[in-house]
Nanobody, 115 residues
């Protein structure tokens, strides 16, 4: 059973930075895509950033230029570096690993940005 494990969330002031980690229980080469989603209270879970197996990346418009998704193949870990954080970035952030149409979610990590 694939179970991504997120870490790195917390409370930060606006303008600050955080780096989220998503550790996979197996080699990340086996996944077609790896991504980060977020869900704020009362809102839908939306894509923040993803990286596909070929190395291409895709970002939500609201985070372009501020967030960077990258991976460490040796550690089977996907990261989300978040800079210039804004209060509207406050949400639970979820890691998602996709393999041949099967989607695996982590438990989520809370990110709170104070103004």
């Amino acid at each position: 059973q694939v179970k991504p494990v997120e870490s790195g969330g917390g409370l930060v002031q606006a303008g600050g930075s955080l780096t989220l980690s998503c550790a996979a229980s197996e080699t990340i080469f086996s996944f077609n895509a790896m991504g980060w989603y977020r869900q704020a209270p009362g809102k839908t879970r939306d894509l923040v950033a993803r990286i596909i197996s070929a190395g291409f990346t895709d970002y939500a418009e609201s985070v372009k230029g501020r967030f960077t998704i990258f991976r460490d193949n040796a550690k089977n870990t996907v990261y989300l570096r978040m800079n210039s954080l804004k209060p509207e970035d406050t949400a639970v952030y979820y890691c998602n690993l996709d393999r041949s149409g099967n989607s695996y979610w982590g438990q989520g990590t809370q990110v709170t940005v104070s103004s």
